[in-house]
């Protein structure tokens, strides 16, 4: 047995990983349920150099055989039963103290299922969130580790020379036991999926508020590039705006339909934050704008009804809608980081916050030069909401009337804006000491006897509230 570490799965990703450890010096044996994809893998690692670090195997026995013990074998097949399948179809060559290491989308509790399934044989589990797609397995994802600490150990190296380098440092950690890695992996595509919306509603009052065409609107982006937006997100969205259709000489923005997909993480994080209770807004304002945009049908007809929106003269300036991005960020990252923090106390992972900023500050897609400043404010001590960490605070008192000024006009001239309308309202629920709920609570109270406390005369009392059989 030679191989440093071993991976089945040669599609997209797995092949990329798999490039990435051999080019960082370590051998790799690989296998792929159709062999002729191991084939093709070999030429690509020819190509680039690679095929001294790679050792190919068609027979799973023989694979496993091929690999040092303890073993570590990725596993990057597709998400869901296939990742059932594949364990099942280890089981039996697998030693004491080997250890799988699942790097696919999978659900945190899947994850966690299967890590406690093979906890009594003796085997380890890793559940590792990649991210970063294609380019980052090839070049340096950022990677969230969870499930077996111990097996952890054996791994680390070739995962943290793989995971993508920010100032030097390695994007790559661990977080915790069982789903703890693809728990983390699920809210970045959470918070991932309110950055994008956010960026969408801006570019929506550019196009039909302000009149401006994509070559205009990119321009923007790159200037916004080069200050406290400065992300991934922000870069990419100058260059899809900037593209033009080579068939026709339009912007190719304007030739895309506007439908969203969506494969389901956005989704499983706000279900997962509203099982917590914990409020994400952002996230599900995201989630819940992809859905409305797949109806594209509905809404041409509710158009039709309703007649083209009144848009009129929009107030803002692309300084308040640069401002009004940040302030959106912050209380979806506040949101999102909260929903963390709850999950790491009811899983009793040791969750922290500082170093998920840290190995999201590169590999990953919501990169940015903010998750920096978070990091460092996350790093001075506490698992705080986001909105009272010092730094943030001076951030949103600066930022949050551009977002409230924008939301305004936008309501105003009749553009949607589910997710950064969210955001304002959380903050605003968020920061007012004397809310509304007191009245909720005499509601309830009069229809269910649910109780209601008064500070200073105790909790569980109840009002005498006249009957309404009858009327
Ligand atoms: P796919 O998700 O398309 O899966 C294809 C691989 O799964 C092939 O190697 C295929 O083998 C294998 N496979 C299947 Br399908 N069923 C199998 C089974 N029952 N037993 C054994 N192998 C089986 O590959 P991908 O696009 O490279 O994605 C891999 C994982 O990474 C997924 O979980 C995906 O969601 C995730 N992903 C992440 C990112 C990211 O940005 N992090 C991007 C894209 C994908 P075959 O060749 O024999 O069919």
């Known amino acids: 047995s030679t191989a440093d570490i071993g991976l089945i799965g040669l599609a997209v990703m797995g092949s990329n990983l798999a490039l990435n450890i051999a080019e960082k010096g370590y051998t790799i044996a690989v296998h792929n349920r159709t062999a002729s994809k191991i084939d093709e893998f070999v030429v690509t690692a020819k190509e680039q150099g690679l095929d001294g670090k790679v050792i190919p195997k068609a027979d799973l026995s023989d694979f496993i055989q091929s690999i040092k013990r303890p073993r570590s074998i990725i596993i990057m097949v597709k998400a869901g039963k296939p990742v059932d399948d594949m364990i099942e179809q280890l089981l039996p060559h697998l030693e004491q103290g080997d250890a799988i290491i699942e790097c696919g989308n999978s659900l945190f509790t899947d994850t966690q299922r299967r890590f406690d399934y093979l906890k009594p044989k003796g085997i380890g589990y890793l559940g590792v969130g990649v991210s970063g797609g294609e380019e980052g397995a090839r070049h340096g994802p950022s990677i969230m580790v969870g499930g077996s600490k111990e097996q952890w150990h054996n791994a680390e190296a070739v995962l943290t020379a793989i995971a993508a380098k ?55 982006f790159k200037e916004w590039n080069k200050g406290p937006l400065n992300s991934y997100l922000i870069e990419i969205t100058g260059h899809v705006l900037a593209a033009v259709d080579s068939q026709t000489g339009k912007p190719l923005v304007e030739l895309i339909l506007d439908k969203a997909g969506q494969k389901g993480t956005g989704v499983w994080s706000a279900i997962a934050a509203q099982q917590m209770g914990v409020p994400a807004t952002a996230i599900e304002g995201a989630v819940a704008a992809r859905s409305i945009s797949s109806r594209k049908e509905e809404r041409v007809a509710a158009e039709a009804i309703y007649g083209k929106p009144n848009r009129g003269n929009t107030d803002v300036t692309l300084a308040d809608l640069e401002k009004a991005l940040l302030a959106g960020k912050i209380v979806s990252y506040a949101q999102g980081f909260a929903v963390i923090a709850k999950a790491s106390e009811e899983n009793g992972w040791s969750l922290p916050l500082a170093t998920i900023a840290k190995i999201w500050r590169a590999g990953c897609i919501i990169r940015s030069r903010f998750l920096d400043q978070m990091s460092a404010a996350y790093a001075k001590g506490g698992n705080a909401n986001l909105l009272v960490v010092p730094d943030f605070v001076a951030l949103m008192k600066d930022s949050h009337p551009s977002l409230r000024k924008v939301v305004a006009a936008a309501a105003q001239g009749e553009f949607p804006m589910i997710c950064l309308s969210a955001a304002l309202s959380y903050f605003d629920s968020y920061r007012q000491a004397q809310g509304t709920a007191n009245l909720t609570q005499g509601q309830r109270d009069f229809f269910g006897a649910h109780g209601f406390e008064i500070v200073g005369r105790g909790s569980d009392l109840h009002g005498t509230w006249p009957s309404t059989l009858g009327k």
């Open 166 to 220: 920010f100032n030097g440092e390695s994007c790559c950690a661990y977080l915790g036991e069982g789903g703890a890695g693809h728990f983390v992996k699920t809210i970045h595509n959470g918070i991932e999926y309110g950055d994008m919306q956010m960026i969408a509603e801006v570019y929506g009052v550019m196009r039909d508020g302000l009149g401006m065409n994509p070559t205009a609107c990119a321009e923007v």
